[in-house]
């Protein structure tokens, strides 16, 4: 039985950077739930996972385009110090949560900070593995068929 669009699947993984850095496993979180065709994963994963059966392992790799996306320079950002709360407290590398005003509504945007001086903090909006390729090596564990696709 292949997994198809609409299928629940159960995958554990390992997520690995370029330079075989290992950035995500299930290890950690366990097991990866899903349901195929509902855009809840990268749809380079999900692509991959499409097609397989109980029980197979396979590796793959994404490029930026169908991982993350490419690091977009606009989401750079510099900010004056003082316009930050508790920015004594800020470090390089540190992941603060931002309120922005986006269509009259103000969201919390997570914001990694990768720069600062004695005035200035530069935070970057993009994802941590945008711009980065990225291998997965996966096993799925099972698949729950779509029971309306069944009866078709």
Do not use: C
């Amino acid at each position: 039985m292949k997994a198809a669009p609409g299928d629940t699947v159960v995958v554990v993984y390992d997520g690995l950077t370029e330079d075989g850095e290992l950035f995500d496993s299930s290890e950690n979180s366990g097991p990866l739930e899903f349901t195929l065709g509902t855009e809840s994963v990268l749809p380079g994963f999900e692509e991959n996972i499409t097609g397989m059966t109980e029980g197979e392992s396979k590796s793959f790799t994404l490029p930026p385009e169908t991982a993350h996306g490419l690091s977009d320079p606009e989401l750079i950002h510099t900010f004056k110090r003082e316009s930050i709360r508790n920015h004594q407290n800020i470090k390089v590398g540190m992941v603060m949560g931002l309120n922005l005003e986006r269509d009259g509504q103000q969201h919390q945007v997570p914001a990694m900070v990768t720069a600062l001086d004695e005035k200035n903090i530069t935070v970057d909006f993009n994802h941590p593995m945008a711009g980065h390729t990225l291998t997965y090596k996966v096993t799925l564990q099972s698949i729950v068929k779509n029971k309306a696709a069944g009866q078709q």
